[in-house]
Structure formats: structure tokens, C-alpha cells
Antibody
């Protein structure tokens, strides 16, 4: 059974860096043709792709966030991570990690940007 | 970047049938867009109902089905139940496996 779980601080100060980790079980980060994706949802709004990482193909980032986003993989821990720099209040959202090929979602984690 | 369009809201009567659609600004939706459909209830994470146009998960109720219809991806709900009231999002993949979400459809069962 594929399971994804986000973790990280729920509060980040403006101009600082948001860092989240997704721990995956039931599926190997380093095998299979999977795209490990981050999605966010602003309060009361729709879904927005942040980007993905593929073990062999590399990364893709939403052009609107590309200058501030880094997604990486830690195969030893079967995790992938999101870094979003220079955050503002507009980055307040629920952040989800997702696996392609079936669309398995984590439960999401709310990140609030506030001083 | 492509724009994916869904009906903002739809209403269906209990026991009725409704079709939600997912349109692409770049042209007809095909199986090569790997359409996904997600259901989201208030306070919950999205849940994948349909992937790759028409494939279901074990948790997908049989009353939901996915297809291509008139150049769009479609999600049909046959025999609506009150529990189906939710937001529904579609997602399409473009060159380079770049995904784009639709704006979502709020489905009311009334």
C-alpha cells in the first residue's frame, strides 16, 4: 500500500525558507517510472502544481515558482523534499506530496507564512 | 502554459446522472494527456478517483467512470448520492509530463 506523509514546520517567517519532506512507504523513490510531485492549495482555492522530481529524468518546476523552488530526493530515507525560498504571505497554503501513476496523495500540511 | 477548464459548479439530483468535463486550451484532450480526476471534500486531501482517462482505484465507487467525450476528458457520476457532494478537479499532462490542474467543479447533490 502506497503511503505518503508530509512533514515540516507549520509556521515560517516572511523572507525565510520553507522546507518540507515527504516520506514514502510502499513504493521506492529510486525505482519505477514515478514522478514525485509537490502540489499546494491556497486557502479556499484550487490546486497548483509546484513541481516534480523523477529519479532519472530530473526535475520540473512550475514557471511561476521556478526561481524559488528546489525539489530533491534522498533515496537512503525514501524521501523527497521541497525547498521554497524567500516566502511571503502568498505562500501560505496546504502543501501536498503526490506520486504519479495512480495519484497517491499525502494528507497535506498547512504552512503559514507570518511574522 | 496550457489552461485547463472545468465547469465551476454543477447540481445533480440524488440518484441522477451528471457529467463533469475537463477541457484543454491547446486542443482536444486525448489519452496522451493522461487525465486524472480527484475528489476533495472540505478539510480533506484530494483523493484520486480516476487515472489515465478511465482507470479506477479500489476505493473508487463503481458509480464513477472516466472517458473522453467530444474532445474533453469526462467524469460521469451515475446514481448520485449525498456523499458525492464535493469539489472535483481534473489534471492533464503536457509535454515533459508537466501537469496542469483545472479550476475545479463544485458538485451539489440536491
Amino acid at each position: 500500500q502506497v503511503h505518503l506523509q508530509e512533514s515540516g514546520p507549520g509556521l515560517v517567517k516572511p523572507s525565510q525558507t520553507l522546507s518540507l519532506t515527504c516520506t514514502v512507504s510502499g513504493s521506492s523513490i529510486s525505482s519505477g517510472n514515478y514522478y514525485w510531485t509537490w502540489v499546494r492549495q491556497h486557502p479556499g482555492k484550487g490546486l497548483e502544481y509546484i513541481g516534480y522530481i523523477h529519479y532519472s529524468e530530473g526535475t520540473y518546476y512550475n514557471p511561476s515558482l521556478e526561481s524559488r523552488v528546489t525539489i530533491s530526493i534522498d533515496t537512503s530515507k525514501n524521501q523527497f523534499s521541497l525547498i521554497l525560498s524567500s516566502v511571503t504571505a502568498a505562500d501560505t497554503a496546504v502543501y501536498y506530496c503526490v506520486r504519479s501513476h495512480g495519484g497517491y496523495w499525502g494528507q497535506g500540511t498547512l504552512v503559514t507564512v507570518s511574522s | 502554459q496550457a489552461v485547463v477548464t472545468q465547469e465551476p459548479s454543477l447540481t445533480v439530483s440524488p440518484g441522477g446522472t451528471v457529467t463533469l468535463t475537463c477541457d484543454s486550451s491547446t486542443g482536444p484532450v486525448t489519452s496522451g494527456h493522461w487525465p486524472y480526476w480527484f475528489q476533495q471534500k472540505p478539510g480533506q486531501a484530494p483523493k484520486t478517483l480516476i487515472y489515465d482517462t478511465r482507470n479506477k482505484h479500489s476505493w473508487t465507487p463503481a458509480r464513477f467512470s472516466g472517458s473522453l467525450l467530444g474532445g474533453k476528458a469526462a467524469l460521469t457520476l451515475s446514481g448520485a448520492q449525498p456523499d458525492d457532494e464535493a469539489d472535483y478537479y481534473c489534471s492533464l499532462s503536457y509535454t515533459g509530463n508537466r501537469g496542469v490542474f483545472g479550476g475545479g467543479t463544485r458538485l451539489t447533490v440536491l
